[in-house]
């Protein structure tokens, strides 16, 4: 099944982003080196870049249609997005930063929820405390259960190892690999690294310079080197 | 200890009450222009950016006389409130506390505007992708963040407004219990024999609130800001 049919074109400086490909669940990784138009692409389905042409279409809603006009805003896409600096609120806790989707979006508070994902991705004795006093892993950890805990339809993370030294990553990878074995939440997963998406992706995506150089399975990273 | 005759207290209640109400209403319109000079994009917006300074930079009583105009029975401003609303601005404390809160506006608007300019545009973003529209956003992660930037500038207006002279006696006089302030009240005692005593405990006043306020604001940037940085 689809979960994800895309089509976009957008000119971004010099560079001329034009991609399409579809997703169905699993991980797909978007892979690429720096510079070819990974971040626009995941913040265009997030709703947060404005293709210049195209459709955007999600589980069979559209949620971008240039020829139609339409264009849902970040706020009604419910897709959830790790960011590769986390941009947890520096002015909430970490259990009001994990409890924001969803009282953005007046669900009714699920305790069992909660403390699930908080134990999945281990931040349970971190909720009293502020983003500032976290390190490097813990935050992206709580940014991933942010994202979570608002039930998106899709999960995007982009490069959210990228900011954490080689010891933080291997920190982060085990609970990205039980989320996609426990959860049924498709994601996307955005990085330049290929042993980082050989251990997480189901899917790939290879993006250079703005375009879709293939879409397959993991042994597109293999070609890549 | 500091004992005022009934008339000095009028003066400091007058003074508080004018202050309060002027902060107090020009805070909306503080954040609203802050906002806009922080993040508009418009025609004329070095000009709205000029006007709000403008009482910084005036002489007060230019301040007060152009309040006088525009705001009197016969302003064209007056004379609309006072027709629709029934609000009269001419001789009254309420005139007062307008002079105040226009000669404190740039005060206030000036590190709203600079706190707004400071905040990570990116965690409005990630607001956004969380479900918030754009007035949650606002109200949850923008007013929050600057609320720093906020409190200094309602301070610094506040403050300000307590001090203020030149437009208020120019836009509503120096009459006892309705329009004048400590400053007014200090102005007439020096002007009488045998006015330096009650002049000398409303100088005391006037520093011991000045103080309390400076204080405060010192406090309340420490709280806000350690909300952020702190455990």
Redesign the interface.
């Known amino acids: 099944m689809i979960v994800l049919a895309l089509e976009v074109e957008k000119q971004l400086g010099a560079l001329r982003l034009a991609v399409r490909f579809q997703i169905a669940g699993g991980v797909t990784a978007v892979f690429g080196p720096s510079g070819a138009g990974k971040t626009s692409l995941v913040n265009m389905i997030a709703g947060l870049l404005k293709p210049d042409r195209g459709s955007i279409v999600l589980d069979n809603t559209v949620l971008f249609d240039a020829t139609k006009a339409i264009n849902v805003p970040p706020h009604r896409r419910r897709i959830g997005y790790v960011f590769q600096e986390g941009r947890l609120f520096p002015h909430l806790s970490v259990r009001q930063n994990l409890d924001y989707g969803r009282r953005m979006s007046g669900q009714p508070r699920d305790l069992t929820e909660f403390e699930r994902i908080a134990s999945l991705l281990g931040v349970t004795h971190l909720l009293q405390r502020r983003p500032r006093m976290l390190s490097g892993g813990e935050r992206q950890r709580v940014a991933i259960g942010r994202a979570l805990l608002m039930q998106p339809r899709l999960l995007l993370l982009d490069e959210p190892l990228a900011s954490l030294d080689a010891g933080h990553k291997g920190e982060i990878l085990p609970y990205l690999v039980r989320l996609r074995d426990e959860a049924a939440i498709p994601m996307v997963y955005v990085s330049h690294i290929a042993a980082e998406v050989r251990q997480i992706a189901t899917s790939v995506v290879r993006l250079d310079e703005g375009r879709v150089l293939a879409a397959g399975g993991l042994e597109l990273l293999a070609e890549a080197g | 200890m500091l004992e005022l005759s009934p008339a000095e207290w009028t003066a400091v209640e007058l003074s508080l009450r004018i202050a309060l109400v002027a902060t107090a209403w020009a805070l909306p319109f503080g954040i609203a222009i802050g906002w806009l000079l922080a993040r508009g994009k418009f025609w004329g917006k070095t000009v709205l950016d000029g006007l709000v300074h403008l009482p910084l930079v005036l002489p007060p009583v230019v301040t007060g006389y152009l309040l006088l105009m525009w705001f009197g029975r016969k302003g064209a401003v007056g004379a609309f409130l006072y027709d629709h609303f029934g609000v009269v601005f001419a001789f009254r404390w309420t005139g007062a506390a307008l002079a105040s809160g226009v000669m404190g506006f740039p005060l206030l608007v000036r590190p709203i505007r600079l706190a707004l300019e400071a905040i990570?545009r990116?965690?409005e973003?990630?607001?956004?992708?969380?479900?918030?529209?754009?007035a949650?956003?606002f109200f949850?992660?923008t007013l929050?963040?600057a609320?720093p930037g906020i409190v200094a500038g309602v301070l610094l207006c506040f403050a300000r407004a307590l001090g203020e002279f030149g437009a208020t006696i120019t836009f509503v006089s120096n009459i006892p219990g309705e329009t004048q302030t400590i400053s007014a009240a200090i102005y007439t005692f020096l002007q009488i024999p045998d006015g330096d005593a009650a002049a000398g405990r409303l100088v005391v006043v006037a520093i011991v609130l000045s103080l309390t306020a400076l204080i405060a604001a010192e406090w309340l940037g420490r709280r806000a800001s350690a909300?952020?940085?702190?455990?």
Do not use: Q, S, Y
């Open positions: 990570d990116r965690l973003d990630a607001a956004a992708t969380l479900g918030a529209n754009p949650l956003v949850t992660v929050p963040l609320l909300r952020f940085h702190g455990e």
